[in-house]
């Protein structure tokens, strides 16, 4: 795993929030990578293990994820906080000139961040997120989302459960790629024991009951976003962002292009070799400078 250098900053509200930054010093953009509901930034370490190095990164982990605080008001895990949360990063490190990158509600998150203030963002990648959030995946999210298994003793026993709630997606992972999985969603408590790496209360906010969820349409909002260089990857085995949307999403916007990754469902890795080619290549075709869409 490249190493990285710890990063704090305070949020609008006082929390105290974590990020990873990964430096390089020749880069005239940071790449900000946002990771998904029940994630942390240690979802992306293929992918920067891979540009580490050759591109400036920061990788966050949300209100109520990974080492940043829980939200005493659970009602404030939602996406125009997350972007307020972003924006007040990139402010602390004087960032001017990002790409974003987001991994489901990271996409989102993505997307009201370039509603918001276009001028700060070259591009966007969005990972297995798009116009129409399909009914099926999110109910499949919403049964375990927030639901907070006991404690495990070991990583095994962590492994084991995250291919029971993910296997679905990764269908040819080993007992390794499990392992490895596990070790960057959970984390040890103070009695030694292995818990998730969030806050129950995320889901708060999401619809209650365990009935099907309806899809939701977003495309008058996809539709205002300025046309900026776009890349949008997709899990063939997706159940959150169908095929048909993301050709439809390419069709509306001149700058856009997409990526469907096989043998992946919601959402790929991006330490695919097909994720990481679709990225490398999107970000050294960049235009020196962000043009209006």
Known sequence: MTRYQPLWYQSADDLRLFARY????????????MHGLTRNAADFEGLIDHLAGNQAILAVDQRG??????????????????????????EHQGITDTVLL???????????MLAMRPDLIRGVVLNDIGAVIEGAGLTRIQNYAG???RPLATWQQAAEQARRVNGG?????????????????????SEGELVLAYDPAIATASPAGTGEIASVDMWSFYDSLPDIPLLIIRGALSDVLSRECLEEMVRRKTRARGVEIANRGHAPALDEREALDAIETFLQVLPARRQAG
């Open 147 to 149: 639901r907070s298994a």
């Open 65 to 90: 994820r990974g080492n940043s605080d829980h939200d005493p008001d659970p009602s404030r895990y939602q996406i125009a906080v997350y972007a307020e949360d972003m924006f007040t990063l990139l």
């Open 102 to 112: 987001g991994t489901s509600m990271g996409g989102l998150i993505a997307m009201q």
């Open 169 to 189: 997606a990764f269908p040819d992972y080993t007992d390794a790629d499990w392992l490895r999985f596990a070790r960057r969603q959970y984390r040890e408590n």
């Open 22 to 33: 990964y430096p390089a010093p020749n880069r005239d953009f940071t790449l900000l990578c």
